[in-house]
Structure formats: structure tokens, C-alpha cells
């Protein structure tokens, strides 16, 4: 990058320039992997959790197509559903780059566990950070025991969201819930829900509110779990408002703003989603790296055969390009500057090269992808 020098005298000399080019470099971090101590701590804590405490859990919650509630006490008590909440709250008190950090060592044993930080710590914890009252934001039970989801999309509104149907009705000072929503990610374990209804409907859009929705409130309920070809630990639902009582002190942010809220968090947390996607890639590269390190062929380890190194050379490089898009998208976030271009980029190439990176660690990996105890067959279902 070019730096623009100031325009006056004390700047006519190289040895001025040389210095004062010297000073801004010190101030720009050296690279997109200059880490914070904090952020490091994150990355070796959650990797130690993932390796240690999660991966041997993944496969017994796959099958049984739930997520162990021992393992959320888990991330509950390592402070990992309230990544930013601040600590006066009993939050970790840390920033989103923290996030999805956690996200992507989560994402290098178990996307499904990574889909349910996510949700919390991006969408549902971040729009009551930046919009809720203080009554809310004082609400501990989620940094100490509930999990949560975001409920936008219905049956027939899924791209169009703003074309929801489910509605609120005030009545004195509550309002009245009704209607379905439907593909709500982590509904099965979840106590607080965000919901986007439409308090008037006569404004279009612009009625859109977002209600905070605890899942003991009389009239809602959680339908069964979708039978999903993947992410199967991951609870996917449909939610149903039957006169849900809400009192108006649960409007989260201001009335008839829910499309605006939406529209923004959901541009940040695609970030998370990239980072999912290069967590789920790298765990595949790890785990069948070793492989073709220990499978003999013609006297050989597969991994000495240059061919095969070129294709490694390859999938390394996919993986590393998708991993800088989301670090800078996420640094971005955090700086107020614009992220959108470069995390739709980025989301386009984490899921692409994804799959990619997937499908050629399964050429790599010869038969094992197509055994469900191998981790390569596994990561295949979670795309
Ligand atoms: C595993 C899983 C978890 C989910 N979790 C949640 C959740 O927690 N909360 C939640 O609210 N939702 C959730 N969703 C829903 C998800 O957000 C929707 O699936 C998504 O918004 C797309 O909607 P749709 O599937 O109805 O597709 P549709 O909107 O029906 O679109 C079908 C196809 O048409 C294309 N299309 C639509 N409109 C246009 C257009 N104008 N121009 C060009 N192409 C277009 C789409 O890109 C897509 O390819 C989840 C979905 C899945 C599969």
C-alpha cells in the first residue's frame, strides 16, 4: 500500500520520511494473523476444548441427532455463549474477531456445536449488546445458562423474508403473538427466542418488530426436529405462536425496526458463517493429512507421490485465501468500516472452496471418506 506523506517541511528529508514510515507500519498490524493476547487465548483455549472434550462427543451426538447438554454446560462455563457480552453482564467482554475465532475451532470438529455459538454470540447476544435496554443486557441467564435462537424465516417467506406473516396484536400494555416460523437452528435447546413479527401489518415492512420470546410463555411451542440429510446435531424446527402473551418491555430495540436489525446482523453474522465453513475445510485437511502421510502404496506413504502433493499445495491454498477473506471481513466489523462486499466474496468462496477442499481431501482419502467413522464422510453430511 501506498502511504501519503504529509505535505510540509519536516518532511523533505528521507531519514524524516524513512521514520515516519516506520512509526505508521509499527501501528498497522504486520499481518491479518497478528492476534491479540486475548485472541489468542481464545484460539488455544477452544482448540484444547474442541480436541479434548468435544470430538470425542461428535459422533454419539450425530447419531442420536442432539447436541449433549453437557457439552453446552461446557461453553457456558468457558465463557463461550457470551464471547462479547460485556463483563458487567458476566460476559467474556471480548470482541467479534474473539467470535469467530471460537467459531472456527469449534467448526474443525463439530460445525453443528459451531452453528449454536454462532447464532448466540453473533445474532442473538450482539443485536441485545447494541439495542437492548438495560433491563435487558441485565437478563444473565443467557452468559450462564440459556441458549438461543433467531426466528425470521416461515414456510412461505424464506429469501423474501420481509414477507413474514406471523403477527403482533397489542393488547394494553402486552402484545398478542400468532403464526409459525419455520428452519428455526437450535429451537430444540433453546430457552430465549428473537422473533421478527409484524405489530402493523398495514406498513409493510416497516411493521416489523423484533420481540424477545421465552420459550415458557403460554402459547408457544416446538414442533419436531426437520430430518436434515446434515448438521444433524444441530436442532432445526418449526416454532408456533398460538396468543402468545409478550409484555411491550420485550420489544428488543424500536417498534416497526426488526428489518433493519435484520438486515444488518445477519450481514455480520454471514461472517460467522465463512468462518464455519473454513473451520469445517481445515478439520478435513487435518485429518487426512496424516493418512496419506501413514497409507502405503507401491512401497510408498501416498504422500510422497508429487501428484498427490500438488493437490495438497492446492486445498492448503483454497483454505488459507477463504480464512483471510473472513479475518479481514471480521476485522472490518470491528473497525466500523464497510464488510458487506468483501464478506459476500467471502461467504461465495468459503462455501465454495468448502466443498471444493472436502471433496478433494475424499479423493485423497480413498475409501475411508465412505465410512461414516472417518472424519472426511462425516464433514460431507455437515456441508
Ligand atoms: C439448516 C438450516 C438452518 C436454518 N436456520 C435458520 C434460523 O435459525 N433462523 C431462520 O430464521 N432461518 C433459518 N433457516 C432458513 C434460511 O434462512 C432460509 O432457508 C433462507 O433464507 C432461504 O430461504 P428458502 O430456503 O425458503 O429459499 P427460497 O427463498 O424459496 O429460495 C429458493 C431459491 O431461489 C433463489 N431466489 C429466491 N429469490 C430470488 C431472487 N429474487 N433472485 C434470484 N434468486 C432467488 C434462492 O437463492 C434459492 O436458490 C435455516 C435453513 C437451513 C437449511
Known sequence: MRVRLPHNKHFRTRQCQQRYLSETAFQTPASLYSFSEEEKMM??????????????????MEEESKIDPGVIELLFENGLMGIEVDTQYGGS????????????????????????????????NALIKKIGTPEQKEKPLLVSKWSSSFCLSESHSGTDAFALKTVAVKDGSDYILNGSKMWISNSDVASLFLVMANAKPSAGYRGITCFIVERDMPGFSVGKKENKLGMRSSGTCMIHFDNVRVPESNILGEFGHGYKYTAGFLNESRIGIAAQMV???QGCFDATIPYTLERKQFGHPIYSFQSMQHQIAHIATQIE?????????????????????GIFNGKILCIRDSRNCNSEMHRLDGWRWFHKRFPTGKVLQRL
Open 43 to 60: 484460539k488455544e483455549t477452544v482448540a484444547r476444548l474442541a480436541a479434548e472434550k468435544i470430538a470425542p462427543l461428535v459422533r454419539k
Open 93 to 124: 467482554g471480548l470482541n467479534f474477531f474473539a467470535t469467530i475465532l471460537a467459531v472456527e475451532e469449534i467448526s474443525k470438529v463439530d460445525p453443528p456445536l459451531s452453528l449454536l455459538v454462532e447464532i448466540q454470540n453473533s445474532l442473538v
Open 279 to 281: 473451520g469445517l475445510a
Open 321 to 341: 485465501c477463504a480464512r483471510l477473506l473472513v479475518y479481514n471481513a471480521a476485522r472490518l466489523v470491528e473497525n466500523g468500516q464497510p464488510f458487506c462486499k
